[in-house]
């Protein structure tokens, strides 16, 4: 993936995932949700936000992980985040955080109704600096059409709005004198996420500019 400085604060992404791979010896399902959003335009790629994973592999195990996302490179449609693992679980028990400490991916918003599926990557596994890298430049990544923001139809796989949201940050607009600015994205984006282990049906994400209602689904 090619990587692009963020200018400025503002860039976000969100969305739920799904893959299966039936024959997989190793993974052979997995899915995870997100949210992230770009914070400090003075420190590059910094972002924050929360993400629950879980996948099943061939032998039979299990893992649930939760995460807070520490920073997210965009650049287009392509968001580059990485996280680091604040719970895990093992077949339904909680274990201690040993080895690999942060989870890193990759999202390709596609768009609604262009015919072409959003694109993701499973969840890999590093310590902090590999984190910090993804983001910055982007760890060598594999991407498939997510299984679970698409829907079938006659003629064929349609790209849907369930999957995934990718926005780059937007340049800084100067405004007239006079004009009524909003208050800044606060630092009460835990507020807006339930506990982990709860079902989200839909988060609302105050912006600079705008309010918005992003889908946003925990498992």
């Known amino acids: 993936m090619v990587a692009a400085a963020q200018a400025a604060a503002g860039g976000r992404a969100s969305g739920h995932v799904g893959l299966n791979f039936p024959a997989s010896p190793g993974v052979v399902s997995e899915k995870y949700s997100f949210v992230a959003l770009s914070t400090d335009p003075s420190t590059p790629f910094a972002a924050k936000g929360h993400y629950e994973l879980e996948l099943t592999t061939a032998a039979g195990r299990q893992n649930k992980v939760h995460g807070d ?53 499973l969840m890999q596994y590093t310590i902090a600096p590999g984190a910090q890298f993804h983001c910055a430049t982007g760890l060598p990544s594999v991407v498939f059409p997510n299984q679970e923001g698409n829907r079938s139809s006659a003629a064929g796989v349609e790209a849907g ?22 208050p800044p994205l606060g630092d009460d984006l835990a507020s807006m996420i339930n506990s982990a282990g709860r079902d989200v049906s839909l988060m609302e994400i105050e912006s600079n500019e705008s309010h918005e209602r992003l889908p946003h689904r925990l498992w």
């Open 69 to 121: 996302v520490i920073c997210m490179g965009i650049s287009g449609n392509t968001a580059r985040i990485a996280g680091r693992i604040t719970k895990l679980w093992v077949n339904n028990v909680q274990v201690p955080i040993a080895g690999p400490t942060h989870n890193v991916w990759v999202v390709v918003d596609n768009g609604e109704g262009q015919g072409t599926p959003d694109l993701v990557s």
């Open 161 to 182: 709005d369930a999957g995934l949201d990718v926005h780059p940050a937007e340049p800084c607009v100067h405004r007239p004198e006079g004009r009524r600015k909003l």
